[in-house]
């Protein structure tokens, strides 16, 4: 059996610390090094099987005093699936106002994540 | 045009970005009872409105936010308060004396004298002009921070496919938005061997989408008449020339520059301000004041910073401070300290230290290059205070260290901030 090793950057905290992972051929997890606490070990065992990332973008509103608002996920989603969100994000059409912190989508893609406002618009 | 306005304050702040709300509403909560926000936008928020990708308040608010989000929750709390609010509102002048010219869309000109101004105008982007590459000026150039308004702020792509030049966060973060919105980026390429951008955006935003960086490479060459077809890049040599023989062609139709932040100090070198070769902003002492008295400075006008946790916390600072110097409060000593940029260090700040009851101070600074392990050490004068080891430090990741106030007070001359590389 041999052992591997992969450096992962924890991006939890700004603190950006490299936590490395010795793990065998069967994914088992060996050893976790480098982390300053416990959700980078936790950050670091998900990398190996499942990256997953809050999406952000924008969606065009229907007669508002701007023409988009951002949105992010209200929950990390996963990497394998961010363009199929981009592709539902992007048949969105909500009708202003919108306002912050609106659901605009409930369960992207089959994510269980919800597509939340995080700016708002007045009716123009 | 409107009738000539003259107004009075205690505490004027000039920007409404994450700087200058943190200053008003620090001036507001620490008795400054007439506060002014002036703001040339129609919105407050500054940049954060157009930065819609989270990473925004880990330190401060302990969870992660976009940057409207993170705005928001500072623009809600001034809605609370009395502190008023000029926006579309640009300020074209301040003297020595504490006057202030603004042309406002809805007021026409005012004249506003307070007692105490914070800068907080933040920066503006390097432009291609700054870099020279040969080519004609064709259509397609944009910096980044144009490219993430015209994306994030008027929902238009201004490419399909993307080379960027500069490894700056907001290049890094480009290069995933627009790659979330259709686009190839086909590379970013950095002249530097080593990035300045945060490592977690090259991870989140290269890495996580197969986007190559190319370190120690340039563009040479812009390529097209009406509209950019393509760019010639090259290896770079130690002295960042190209190296013959090594170029290589990309073809696409956008280029986008993120080669760093320039702070905006038009005005604060109208009212006498000295300021910083290196940071490019003004001088400060520990609350923040300039050189001019009851003049302060806060966030990315003072110097650039990677994450506005801190530009919160100096905005805060200023703010409290400014009040302070409004009511007659803040008194300079004649003899200030001056905190030295020593071995590996690039800058500091505050540069000076007024003595007198100086308590906690934090000094920030960045490191002149990568370093893996490397000892921190401050010098009181000359003796040395507790080193401590600092790991993966970076120039595009800015630096903190508490002084020792035992050691500070003893200091008669200066504060020398070092660090050493540890093997
Ligand atoms: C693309 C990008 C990505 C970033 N990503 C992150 C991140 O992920 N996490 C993080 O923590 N930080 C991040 N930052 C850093 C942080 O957002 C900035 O450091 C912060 O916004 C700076 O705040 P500020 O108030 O100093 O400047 P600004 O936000 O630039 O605000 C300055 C304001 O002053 C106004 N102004 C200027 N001149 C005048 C005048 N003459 N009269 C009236 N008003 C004037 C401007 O209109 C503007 O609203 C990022 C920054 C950028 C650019
Ligand atoms: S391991 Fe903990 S301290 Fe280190 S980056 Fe991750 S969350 Fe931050």
New interface residues.
Partial sequence: MTIKEQTI?C?V??K?C?VTVTYDDNGEVKKITGNSCSRGEKYARNELVD?K??????V?VVGGV???V?V?TDAPVS?KK??EC?TAINTLRPNAPVK?GEVLMQNIAGTSANVVA??ETETA | MAKEKKLQYDVAVIGGGPAGLAAALAAYDNGAKKVAMIERAGELGGILDQCIHNGFGLHYFKEELTGPEYAYRFIKKVEETKIKVYLNTMVTDITHEREITAYSEHYGQLKISAKAIVLAMGSRERTRGALNIPGQRPAGIFTAGTAQRLVNIEGYMPGSTVVILGSGDIGLIMARRMTLEGAKVEAVIELLPYSGGLQRNIVQCLNDFNIPLYLSHTVTQIHGHSRVTGITYAKVDENRQPIAGTEKYIACDTLLLSVGLIPENELSKKCGVQLDPITGGPIVDQRMQTHVPGVFACGNVAHIHDLVDYVTEEGMLAGKNAARAARGKLKTPKKLLTVIPGDNVRYVLPQLIAKKKAKKVQISFRVAGPMERGKLSVLYDVTSGKSKTRKHLAPGEMERVGLEAKLLKKTKQNVTIQVKERK
Avoid at chain 1, 53 to 58: C, D, I
């Fill in positions: 950057t991006t905290c700004p950006g490299r990256p990332r809050v999406l952000t973008s924008t065009r701007k023409p988009v951002s992010k990497l961010m363009m981009m912050m995080t700016s």
